[in-house]
């Protein structure tokens, strides 16, 4: 009874199918999300997404609606009115990528919108992995006043981890979910500490279920108890990266949510790109970043010490570089193109 379709950002778009009660487990999991973020039926969620084939926020909808939320879609509307829209129903909840949560607080000093002070007590994060990222978390939530909580899901699998009240790893939905975390290259068991390929097996989605499937997540092994009480395998720092992603740059392994999180710590910085080229055989990497030009040697600094390697960095003029409402690619890859 619900036909979903990826963004197809890697190849042709997934189609998906859910049966009645697929779906509502996919609420369930969803119940939990806002459960672990302090969520209730007190409170007025607002979708900041526009409504279209990709399943996550659907999903979002569903699990408020059974919190017993009120929840307001925010589809078919520019960033100014969904603003104006919250403020003026105050919502208590955003729900809403990352980056578009940034967007937003940019667009609301635009406007001359203290966000700080709205009623949004906490915001809740799809479609890409930066609210577990601490230094976005940290510009997410001083922008907005609110606490940030991450979650992680895909369109095959199912919403399958949360953050708790902790906000620094995710865990996973243990109840709904058997996950395994497997080096990706020879398929052995990770032991607690180590990175791996995260690899799901759902329980409650009978009309479409997944086994032992491959998420090309890159995850870390937490442990299993957290202070919040919850015995539930935790991922310190989320979804790390996608397994497909990691880059070698001059011999050292990159992956994006790692300039990401040295790029966010600066405050002076808007929004950036990463270019990945070849020269000869090897991979290189030059990076544009919206700052003013004289932060520059900062953002140089501090990329060479968070990753060991010195990235080539342009300054940008402010609002240069696409802003995104969904998944960001802030990735371009030119590696099949000849110098
Ligand atoms: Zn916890």
């Not at 300039?259 to 405050?267: G, K, N, P």
């Not at 802030?330 to 590696?335: F, G, K, L, N």
Request: with cysteine; aromatic share 8%.
């Amino acid at each position: 009874m619900r036909l979903h379709q990826t963004s197809g950002t890697t190849g042709r778009p997934l189609t998906v199918l859910d049966t009645t009660e697929s779906w509502d487990w996919w609420a369930d999991c969803w119940a939990t999300i806002y459960h672990a973020a302090g969520a209730t039926s007190d409170d007025i969620v607002f979708l900041a997404f526009s409504f279209g084939p990709f399943i996550g926020f659907w999903a979002a909808y569903e699990g408020a609606k059974r919190i017993g939320a009120l929840v307001a879609p925010g589809g078919g509307q520019t960033s100014a009115q969904r603003l104006r829209a919250m403020l003026a129903i105050g919502a208590t909840v955003l729900v809403c990528t990352p980056t578009y949560a940034l967007h937003l607080a940019e667009v609301a000093t635009q406007e001359g919108i203290d966000l700080a002070s709205s009623s949004i007590r906490l915001t809740i994060h799809a479609g890409e992995p930066g609210a577990s990222v601490p230094s976005v978390r940290r510009r997410i939530e001083e922008a907005w006043g609110a606490r940030a909580y991450d979650h992680a899901g895909m369109t095959e699998m199912g919403a399958y981890a949360f953050t708790c009240q902790r906000q620094d790893a995710l865990h996973v939905n243990e109840a709904e979910f058997i996950a395994e975390i497997l080096d990706p290259v020879t398929g052995a068991p990770t032991v607690e500490g180590e990175r791996g390929e995260l690899v799901l097996t759902n329980l409650g989605r009978w009309g479409m279920p997944a086994i032992r499937y491959r998420t090309r997540d890159l995850v870390q092994r937490g442990p299993t108890a957290c202070p919040c009480g919850r015995t539930y395998l935790t991922l310190p720092g989320g979804v790390l990266g996608r397994v497909d992603d990691m880059l070698i740059i001059r011999g050292v392994n990159v992956y994006p949510s790692g300039i990401e999180d040295a790029l966010r710590s600066i405050s002076a910085v808007q929004e950036f790109r990463v270019t990945v080229f070849k020269v000869g055989e090897l991979d290189e990497i030059e990076l544009e970043v919206e700052c003013p030009p004289e932060v520059v040697p900062q953002v140089e600094a501090t990329l060479r010490k968070a990753l060991s390697l010195r990235i080539p960095t342009r300054a940008v003029a402010p609002g240069a570089l696409p802003r995104f409402e969904l998944k960001a690619r802030r990735i371009v890859d030119r590696r099949g193109e000849r110098a």
